[in-house]
């Protein structure tokens, strides 16, 4: 339904309408694929910025200082990187470089997608790879989306770092005076600011 403006003879385009059921949960819009190689169920995230593995009891011992943070704003330990080879019946493997973190299901997030070119067709639960041509059919999950984003490290760059070791540089004490001949109002003695030039 198009609605048209007669007063500015311009189309007001289509309002926004939220859909959804009162008293019902939005589904996930997770799915999960298994990865016989492996013997790990991985959970398809498009919301993800990284895909990541469970951590043994072991890997739980060293805590790391990369954060994730979850779309819940809170914050997710990890315990390291480790490669491993994934064979999602594509016809082809692949191997990436996983974050260790603390959740409870493997997370295939948009960092693998992209990176092998394997699209997401949410509506019917497929994983499709765009070299092959091949699909999988996952398995509907009930988990919400974790959402997983880098928290930057403290501090956050170089720079600031650099900046903490020198507070005097971002301090502004420098003043400068501009003394003129003429003894009107408008030309007195004047400081300004540290920063105009």
């Known amino acids: ?12 385009g289509q309002p926004l309408i939220a859909t959804g059921v009162v008293g019902q949960a939005n589904p996930s819009r997770l799915f999960h694929i298994y990865d016989p190689s492996t013997a790990l169920m991985f959970h398809i995230d498009t919301g993800a910025e990284v895909s990541v593995i469970t951590p043994f009891a072991l890997e739980k011992q060293c805590p790391q200082e990369l954060t994730l943070q979850a779309a819940s704003n809170s914050s997710i330990a990890t315990y390291g990187k480790k490669s491993l080879t994934v064979d999602l019946c594509l016809r082809r493997s692949f191997q990436w470089v996983f974050v260790i973190a603390n959740v409870t299901l493997p997370i295939r997030g948009a960092n693998i ?8 067709d949410k509506q019917h639960n497929k994983l499709m790879d765009s070299k092959t041509n091949l699909e999988v059919k996952g398995q509907p999950a009930s988990q919400p989306a974790l959402c997983l984003t880098l928290l930057p490290s403290s501090p956050q760059n170089a720079f600031e770092a650099i900046l903490k070791d020198y507070p005097a540089v971002l301090q502004t004490s420098h003043q400068q005076s501009v003394k003129t001949c003429n003894h009107s109002p408008h030309s007195d003695h004047r400081t300004s600011h540290p920063f105009s030039y």
């Open 1 to 12: 339904m198009v609605l048209f403006d007669y007063q500015l003879g311009k189309c007001s």
């Open 113 to 120: 997608l992209c990176h092998f070119g394997l699209l997401v």
